[in-house]
């Protein structure tokens, strides 16, 4: 083995580009064995192959090149493993902020799915699978019959302290289908569609009808679906819950937007 390899030589060694290997000398970090006085060419002994592995495996763990030179001089093994437990630390925040935004992909993607599958025109009783969800706090009263944004906005406010993610879509929570019928802009709490949230829209049999239109602005879907409940013999149980498949993240047009109406439903039995 040659005693002596140039930049080139033991860039091909090493894997690391030429430029990267001149960049680390010029800063202090990983400088070659010895240079040419005469032209200043660089020149590595090969067994700097070992010595150099302290800054890749660390620069590959995403430690950046400050943090390394910094301890590079002094590196001990208490000085490393302060310097990996500062990064594992990092990259635990990173990977559960990855997962949670995959959690909102997967989640947002269901919706449009499901809204572009929609029959808006028909309502219909399916069985739904369990869901989980956060339900924020009762609403103030309304200040004015049917003005949705000021609780939806003090909602949203306070979204750190209910510790909600509004990236999930939110929607809306009436206490039953007369609730719904009577006041449909006035929903007595908001959830945050959260898979990961506390509180469980049971699987069951539900009565689900579609409406487009702005926040709060169901057109004459509580009437159809109280219609439809009288005709079919369906008693309802349980809140309505009203979510957005298609919102501002989805569509520009607010009235686009495109809701899901859904309330547990069992069948009258027949005398």
């Known amino acids: 083995m040659k005693d002596f390899l140039s930049i080139k030589e033991f860039s091909e060694l090493s894997g690391i580009e030429p430029t990267t290997l001149r960049y680390w000398d010029d800063i202090g970090l990983f400088s070659p064995e010895k240079r040419d006085p005469d032209n200043g060419y660089r020149y590595y002994s090969p067994l ?92 103030e009263e309304f200040q004015e019959a049917g003005d949705f944004f000021p609780p939806f906005i003090d909602f949203c406010n306070h979204a750190d ?30 959830f945050s569609w959260d898979p990961n949230g506390n509180t469980a ?25 109280s219609a439809y409940a009288q005709k079919h013999n369906l008693t309802c149980k349980g809140p309505v819950y009203c979510i957005y498949l298609f919102d501002e993240v ?9 809701s899901q109406i859904s309330v547990e439903v069992s069948r009258k039995k027949k005398h």
């Open 48 to 139: 700097q192959i070992i010595a150099v592995n302290f800054v890749t495996v660390l620069r590959n763990l995403g430690i950046s090149l400050k943090a390394i030179s910094q301890i590079e001089g002094t590196r001990e093994p208490d000085t490393v493993m302060n310097l990996v437990e500062q990064q594992e630390f990092l990259l635990d925040k990173e990977i559960r902020k990855l997962q949670e935004a995959h959690s909102v992909i997967h989640t947002r993607r269901a919706l449009i799915q499901a809204g572009q599958r929609a029959d808006v025109s028909q309502i219909s009783v399916d069985n739904l699978p369990e869901r989980m969800l956060i339900l924020g706090p009762p609403n």
């Open 201 to 225: 829209r049971k699987a069951g049999e539900y009565m689900v009808a579609y409406s487009y239109g702005h926040y709060g602005d169901f057109d004459d879907a509580p009437q159809r679906m």
């Open 250 to 258: 989805s569509t520009k047009d607010p009235s686009r937007y495109l």
């Open 161 to 190: 302290t209910l510790r909600i993610n509004l990236n999930y879509p939110i929607g809306g929570y009436y206490t039953g289908l007369e609730t719904f019928c009577a006041a449909p802009a006035e929903p007595q709490r908001f």
